[in-house]
Nanobody, 125 residues
Framework: VQLQACGGGLVQSGRSLRLSCVAS????????LGWFRQAPGKEHKFVAA????????YYADSVKGRFTISRDNAKNTVTLQMNSLKLEDTAVYYC???????????????????WGQGTEVTVSS
């Protein structure tokens, strides 16, 4: 499975940005999917996750109410809609796929089997 993330860019604080991640190589319809981010000089951090069916979503407290994760299994894609962006949202964002999704471990980087290359988001004041 190859994951290709896109949609990053430079945006002013308070504005919105939409990230997308397309999978190729095989269908990811049975995989849990997640977004992580890495701010400059910091470790990867969990942002959001979604179950294979899309029926359940999970968010880091820092983005809850502002970000929305969704998926389209027919298009093999996962999307992260980011609203009300803050300076602290500046990071490289990565999509990831987990063959054996488990809510107990969904925030752990090691749980995910496939990773996209990352797309950079910069929020300015």
């Amino acid at each position: 499975v190859q994951l290709q993330a896109c949609g990053g860019g430079l945006v002013q604080s308070g504005r919105s940005l939409r990230l997308s991640c397309v999978a190729s190589g095989r269908t990811i319809s049975s995989y849990g999917l997640g977004w992580f981010r890495q701010a400059p000089g910091k470790e990867h951090k969990f942002v959001a996750a979604i179950t294979w069916s899309g029926s359940s979503t999970y968010y880091a407290d820092s983005v809850k109410g502002r970000f929305t994760i969704s998926r389209d299994n027919a298009k093999n894609t996962v999307t992260l809609q980011m609203n009300s962006l803050k300076l602290e949202d500046t990071a490289v964002y990565y999509c990831a796929a987990d063959r054996l999704f488990n809510t107990a471990t969904m925030k752990e980087i090691s749980q995910y089997d496939y990773w996209g290359q990352g797309t950079e988001v910069t929020v300015s004041s």
